[in-house]
């Protein structure tokens, strides 16, 4: 009889659907690169399923935590047993970290969305705005994050009493506006002024556009001059929102940027080691998640 393989401390991604995922592919690339003698695993939760899930990752002690995806990011809150102050705010959880004997849930979504940004968020700008479809997990942590650097925000959704709400709860002092979401798939005439001295995002930070969702219909007769699009959507990598965008002549930026940042801080915390950032190490991993 053949030994036992030997147990390994371990994190893992869960979510409904999971198999697109490619956090296994993230985790595993730095684990290796870094000899960390440790698994990261991708685990089918349902809905309904958290509690007994989370009662037996309590009872596992080579558990270190998750990060979490659709559907569960707000549903998770309830059950673990303290939140970060920033997932707080946010009121989403996009990862849980062991700590002793507790549960502790984060939100590392504003980060890694901020990440790709940073160049253009250092320089001084007279008006920042953002328009960004969707109204989910992911969405809160943009809007907190872009409240939290000065832009007004656009937020549009299929419900508009969610968006109005999310809004108020997240920067009730901001002068946001929330509207329908088919008020971007119809042309606009509207004149944009002078952008000389702007940041314009246009973000879909809704699942719209990814492989088995509905498509995203956006006019891009609704993104000023200048703008810059941003795409969270990691399957397809090159989503129509990102040509769209291109063939206007605007920059973009894909799912992958906000993926990999958010994954590396919570990296971190999993296995006490940051993850390797370098450009090199960077490119190899975008390789490997490409191939």
Known sequence: ????????????????????SKSPVI????????????????????????????????ADAEWRGCNVTM??????????????????RIGAVNTIVREGDALVGYNTDAAG???????????????????????GGAARAIVAALAGEGFTLVLAG???????????????????????????????DFPFDDREGCLDLVVNASPLG??????????????PPGSVAYDIVTDPLDTPFLTGARSQGLHTIDGLS????????????????????????????RERLLA
């Open 71 to 88: 559907p569960h990011k707000q549903a998770v809150i309830p059950l673990i047993d303290r939140l970060d102050p920033i997932a707080d």
């Open 158 to 188: 299929r419900n508009p009493d969610k968006a109005r709400d999310l809004l108020d709860t997240l920067d009730p002092a901001g002068e946001h506006y929330a509207i329908d979401l088919a008020h971007f798939a119809d042309a606009t």
């Open 258 to 285: 906000m993926l990999i940042g958010q994954a590396a801080v919570a990296f971190g915390k999993f296995f006490d080691k940051p993850a390797l950032r370098d450009v090199e190490t960077e490119a190899a991993l």
């Open 210 to 223: 990814m492989r088995g969702q509905p498509p995203l219909t956006f006019d891009w007769s609704h993104a």
């Open 113 to 135: 969305f901020l990440e790709p940004l940073a160049a253009r968020l250092a320089q001084a700008h007279y008006f920042r705005m953002a328009r960004i479809i969707g109204t």
């Open 1 to 20: 009889m053949s030994p036992a393989a030997p147990v390994k401390p371990y994190s893992e991604v869960i979510g409904y659907p999971i198999a697109q």
């Open 27 to 58: 985790h595993g690339f730095w684990l290796e690169r870094l000899a960390i003698d440790a698994d990261y695993r991708a685990t089918l939760v349902a809905d309904g399923g958290l509690p007994d899930y989370l009662a037996s990752r309590r």
